[in-house]
T-cell receptor, first 112, second 110 residues
Framework: DVKVTQSSRYLVKRTGEKVFLECVQD?????MFWYRQDPGLGLRLIYF???????EKGDIPEGYSVSREKKERFSLILESASTNQTSMYLC???????????FGDGTRLSIL | QKEVEQNSGPLSVPEGAIASLNCTYS??????FFWYRQYSGKSPELIMS????GDKEDGRFTAQLNKASQYVSLLIRDSQPSDSATYLC??????????FGAGTRLAVHP
């Protein structure tokens, strides 16, 4: 079974802090994704990566950056956290073009 | 803009009935289709994949695909209260991404 592990289930940070969310997958997948999910808004893609050191902006990249130094690890960075970034953050990985995505358990981030 | 449309619901069905969830998509080039179930406060989990026209059955779940009409559906037979969740439809959208619908909330009442 594919395992996608997010470093924290719950996280509380203060406005202006730099926040790191970590995600690790164990299936040697090329593709990794970061989403946020808010009530009534569905899944929104922040960034994705299709290879080491490669990244592409998703639908809502503003205020975020990402890092993929190793194939198994994809990090989401909030450069200067703001209260409107309080949300559930979901990491996912995917193998080949006809494969499904597999999600981590999510990180519920609160910015105070 | 590639889109996946789902009725947001809630779809309310009695226990033991068949729940029918529908999804339409805009990209005729989509090749792979997935259904995910998401319980409140949890992450989405894959329940069905379908790649060719017709029906695919797995236990109480049946996925149906019609590429000509660009819709995919999920039937849940003998619905149980534990099936109450939001169901997300996803289709391949290029660049190795999946495009997700906003989800249909299903409520199964005893």
């Amino acid at each position: 079974d594919v395992k996608v592990t997010q470093s924290s289930r719950y996280l509380v940070k203060r406005t202006g802090e730099k926040v790191f969310l970590e995600c690790v997958q164990d299936m040697d997948h090329e593709n990794m994704f970061w989403y946020r999910q808010d009530p009534g808004l569905g899944l929104r893609l922040i960034y994705f990566s299709y290879d080491v050191k490669m990244k592409e902006k998703g639908d809502i990249p503003e205020g975020y950056s990402v890092s993929r130094e190793k194939k198994e690890r994809f990090s989401l960075i909030l450069e200067s956290a703001s209260t409107n970034q309080t949300s559930m953050y979901l990491c996912a990985s995917r193998g080949g073009n006809n494969q499904p995505q597999h999600f981590g358990d999510g990180t519920r981030l609160s910015i105070l | 803009q590639k889109e996946v449309e789902q009725n947001s619901g809630p779809l309310s069905v009695p226990e033991g009935a068949i729940a029918s969830l529908n999804c339409t998509y805009s990209d005729r080039g989509s090749q792979s289709f997935f259904w995910y179930r998401q319980y409140s406060g949890k992450s989405p989990e894959l329940i069905m994949s379908i790649y060719s026209n017709g029906d695919k059955e797995d236990g109480r779940f049946t996925a149906q695909l019609n590429k000509a009409s660009q819709y995919v559906s999920l039937l849940i037979r003998d619905s149980q209260p534990s099936d109450s969740a939001t169901y997300l439809c996803a289709v391949t959208g290029g660049y190795n991404k999946l495009i997700f619908g906003a989800g249909t909330r299903l409520a199964v009442h005893p």
